[in-house]
């Protein structure tokens, strides 16, 4: 399973940013997929899931009501929408799919918040 994220940037605060993960490989073997985030001095923390058979999410607290995660079926993708974003949603952030378990991860695409 091969991951590429992309999507990041710098936004003011109150802004908007959407980020995409697209799998490649075996596509069929994935149980789940999401987003972590780790910012400067802080452990990577998990942001938003989705679960594949079913579709059920899962989005943080502290991102909750300005982060959506969605699927797109036809690209074999994810969707992270973000709104109303905050200096302290600065990080990079990692999506990752989950097989038998396992993460394999994409590389990480910088979000900064900042006036």
């Known amino acids: 399973v091969q991951l590429q994220a992309s999507g990041g940037g710098s936004v003011q605060p109150g802004g908007s940013l959407r980020l995409s993960c697209t799998v490649s490989g075996s596509i069929f073997s994935i149980t789940g997929m999401g987003w972590h985030r780790q910012a400067p001095g802080k452990q990577r923390e998990l942001v938003a899931g989705i679960i594949i058979a079913g579709s059920n999410s899962y989005v943080a607290d502290a991102v909750k009501g300005r982060f959506y995660i969605a699927r797109d079926y036809g690209t074999n993708s994810i969707h992270l929408q973000m709104s109303n974003l905050k200096p302290e949603d600065t990080a990079v952030y990692y999506c990752?799919?989950?097989?038998?378990?396992?993460?394999?991860w994409g590389q990480g695409t910088q979000v900064t918040v900042s006036s």
């Open positions: 990752y799919g989950e097989v038998g378990g396992n993460a394999s």
